[in-house]
């Protein structure tokens, strides 16, 4: 199965904002790029979605490079409660294909 | 909370018995999708619904697993003979037709001893 690599870990510090890479180089060109968390014992939750475009919500930002072989989640305000596992993946509209994900943790 | 909730959330049983696991979604999530999840690693898709009918199957779902979604509301996954390798987390997500966001469950959890 087509899937995304990702770093194992990061640390971030709180109040800063975290970069999480994820390289996507096999990507066809109607897959979406998502990014789910998944904070322990609960399922995944989505974050946000791009195409081709960065794309901003209240949570996160998504920058998504010309050639869309790689893409990087910006949490601009990174807090405790954003410690989870954060998984990027890729979607032909039905089915996601998810990498082994980045643990991130914020420290205080 | 996503609206999707899980049956049993935790689930021993033993090597060759078998388990049957629900999910329930909200009413407008059209379409209807299993993953499982090992430790250390992210879901694997395992199979799909529109409505009530089954339209993707991924090749982890082995003749033991069978998934139904009867009136295109619930859906169960049930695994027959369970061995120590279905051991694993099991989630459920629903979506809308015009979403792209699939809400997940908070999974079960299933140990084979």
């Known amino acids: 199965d087509a899937k995304t690599t990702q770093p194992p870990s990061m640390d971030c510090a709180e109040g800063r904002a975290a970069n999480l890479p994820c390289n996507h180089s096999?990507?066809?060109?109607?897959?979406?790029v998502y990014w789910y968390r998944q904070i322990h014992s609960q399922g995944p939750q989505y974050i946000i979605h791009?195409?081709?475009n960065n794309e901003t919500n209240e949570m996160a930002s998504l920058i998504i490079t010309e050639d869309r072989k790689s893409s990087t989640l910006i949490l601009p305000h990174a807090t405790l409660r954003d410690t989870a596992v954060y998984y990027c993946?890729?979607?032909?509209?039905?089915?996601?294909?998810f990498g082994a994900g980045t643990t991130v943790t914020v420290r205080a | 909370d996503t609206g999707v909730s899980q049956d049993p959330r935790h689930k021993i049983t033993k090597r060759g018995q078998n388990v049957t696991f629900r999910c329930d979604p909200i009413s407008e999530h059209n379409r209807l999708y299993w993953y499982r999840q090992t430790l250390g690693q992210g879901p694997e898709f395992l199979t799909y619904f529109q409505n009530e009918a089954q339209l993707e199957k991924s090749r982890l779902l082995s003749d033991r697993f069978s998934a139904e979604r009867p009136k295109g509301s619930f859906s169960t996954l049930e695994i027959q003979r369970t061995e120590q390798g279905d051991s694993a987390m099991y989630l459920c997500?629903?979506?809308?037709?015009?979403?792209?966001?699939?809400?997940f469950g908070p999974g079960t959890r299933l140990t084979v001893t």
């Open positions: 096999t990507i066809s060109g109607n897959e979406y």
């Open positions: 997500a629903g979506r809308r037709d015009n979403s792209y966001e699939q809400y």
């Open positions: 993946s890729r979607s032909n509209d039905y089915k996601l294909s």
């Open positions: 791009g195409l081709k």
